[in-house]
């Protein structure tokens, strides 16, 4: 499919050809240049490390056509330092900070007519990948590595956008352990959370929250996005936990809640404290902003504002991300970077 056939306003979140990708490989100890690629086949060793032993980790990040015309990423930097650390713990060789940000420059400079015209609500989503490549059959880690970027338009994650959801506790399964790697954004986690989801969503609720698999007692994270919510008394309150993702988008959200004049906590938060709670949002780079307007947990069903109407608050944060993002307002934190 071109993107003169795409109906840019009911997209999808999902996988879409574009014109190009790129790669760089770590080899002999260091890393080569980047390169074009047009095949989205790629040859790899039956043995590679990633397919055996789970060395692969990924990123999330967004272009976005603004109102102006240009196109612009969204906080890269950090999707770029979060690989890092992922990969430090995971004892694969990360690519260099610069490294990313070119791979993921270039792969929006050269999709750009990829890049979703403004005032569609769509963008462009940019999923930065590194693997372990080297055949090994002994449990360590790769000696070569691979390290691509590849972009495709997408819609909303969730099909109604920014519209309010039900959640279900998910306490069969758990997502991840203390001191496990339930903070980095390895393949695994999602590998793992993929049958509690999917039982979740075969009872009717589109995400699934996680409490922390040690006690079952303090909120974790959502399936695929970082929990927060907006007390009574107007604090915005989110998990501290070893074993969440710590997200870019809610690390933003909390500077732009500071700057409303809101109190930020980021806290332990027990399941019992629901009720303290007067919106709920799930935050991410693919959703940026999902309202939740009910908790389901056995028997106990906790609901937050009316079923079809976004909280005041998390509509306020969801518009001015999104304006920054699409040019709407200033960028007074700087988090743009043009893509030239």
């Known amino acids: ?34 390169s074009v690629c047009t095949d989205p086949n790629f040859s790899i060793h039956v043995a590679a490390v990633c397919l055996h032993y789970g060395q692969a980790c990924f990123e999330g990040l967004k272009a976005f056509r603004r109102k102006d015309g240009s196109v612009a990423l969204f906080r890269p930097h950090e999707n770029a330092q979060r690989m890092i650390s992922t990969a430090k713990r995971t004892m694969m060789e990360p690519p260099p900070l610069e490294l990313f940000i070119e791979a993921v420059k270039e792969t929006v400079s050269r999709n750009i007519d990829w890049v979703p015209p403004y005032g569609t609500g769509a963008s462009l989503y940019v999923r930065p990948l590194l693997i372990g490549a080297s055949p090994r059959v002994g449990v360590g880690p790769s000696e070569d590595y691979m390290f691509f970027s590849l972009g495709m338009p997408v819609g909303p994650y969730y099909k109604n956008g920014f519209f309010p959801v039900k959640a279900y506790v998910q306490e069969s399964y758990d997502r991840a352990a203390p001191l496990g790697v339930g903070n980095v954004k390895v393949a695994g986690n999602y590998a793992a959370g993929l049958y509690g989801d999917y039982e979740g969503k075969h009872k009717g609720y589109p995400i699934c929250l996680y409490l922390d698999s040690a006690h079952h007692r303090y909120i974790d994270e959502f399936g695929t996005s970082n929990f927060f919510g907006i007390t009574k008394d107007n604090k915005y309150v989110t998990p501290e936990s070893s074993s969440i993702l710590p997200s870019i988008t809610n690390n933003s959200l909390r500077t732009i809640a500071e700057g409303m004049g809101l109190k930020v906590e980021r806290r332990k938060i027990d399941i019992e404290e629901l009720p303290d709670f007067k919106e ?61």
Do not use: H
């Not at 935050?283 to 999902?290: D, H, K, Q």
């Not at 056995?298 to 920054?324: A, C, M, P, W």
């Open 1 to 34: 499919m071109s993107q003169q056939q795409l109906d840019w306003s009911n997209l999808g979140f999902e996988y879409m050809q574009t014109d190009c990708y790129l790669r760089a490989d770590f080899k002999d100890g260091q890393w080569g240049k980047l």
């Open 280 to 340: 709920v949002g799930a935050c991410g780079t693919a959703a940026v902003i999902t309202p939740v307007y009910s908790i389901t947990r056995g028997d106990k069903v906790y609901t937050f504002g009316k079923e079809n109407e976004s909280g005041e608050i998390l509509t306020k944060l969801f518009k001015e991300i999104q304006g920054i993002q699409y040019g709407e307002i200033e960028d007074k934190y700087d988090w743009m970077l043009p893509i030239n």
